[in-house]
Each structure stands twice: as C-alpha cells, then as structure tokens.
C-alpha cells in the first residue's frame, strides 16, 4: 500500500490550501484514513481521522472550523482543505491509513508553510 500526499506550498496568514493524498488501493479497504502534521522540533500530532465506515470524522481543536477532510472513492483520494491558515499550521503533513487489521501506512508528507 502506497499513501502519496501532495499540495503543500508556501502561503500567506489567512490563505486557503487543499492538500491531497492518493492511495494504491481502494480507500474504502482501510479501517481509518486521516491527516497528521509535524511542525520542526515537534512531534507529530493529529489533524482530523475519518472513519471508513459512516464518515464520523475527529477533529483536533486547534483546527476545528478551519480544516476539512473530504473523499473520492473513484480517485482513491482523500482531500485535507485547509482555509484562515495561520503561521502555527507550518508543518509537515502526512497522511494516514490503518488497515482492516491494524496495519498502519504513512505517507512521505507534503510541507505547508504559512508566513505571517
């Protein structure tokens, strides 16, 4: 399994951004999808998961209201649309699988870097 993320880029304060990641196999086959960030000197923390099975999504608070994670199931894809970006979103993302049985995948990461 292969999670490919794209759509990082340097932005401004108040700036909106969709980052994208396509899978190598039907999304739909994982338990979880979700989107992580590592900000530099940092550990990695959530995002926002989305459960496979009836959509229920968890949202970090420090990014409820302002981030979305959509799906494409024809593509393979899920979508993280990030808008009222802000200097402490710079991070790294990565996206996330777990499989049926527990397996985890990580994606290379896409880098979002806001400038205030």
């Known amino acids: 399994v292969q999670l490919v993320e794209s759509g990082g880029a340097l932005v401004q304060t108040g700036s909106s951004l969709k980052l994208s990641c396509a899978a190598s196999?039907?999304?739909?086959?994982?338990?979880?999808m979700g989107w992580y960030r590592q900000a530099p000197g940092k550990q990695r923390e959530l995002v926002v998961t989305i459960v496979s099975d009836g959509g229920s999504t968890n949202y970090a608070d420090s990014v409820k209201g302002r981030f979305t994670i959509s799906r494409d199931s024809a593509k393979n894809t899920i979508y993280l649309a990030m808008d009222s970006l802000k200097p402490e979103d710079t991070a790294t993302y990565f996206c996330n699988a777990v499989g049926r049985y527990g397996m985890v995948t990580w994606g290379r990461g896409t880098l979002v870097t806001v400038s205030s």
């Open positions: 196999r039907n999304i739909f086959n994982f338990n979880r």
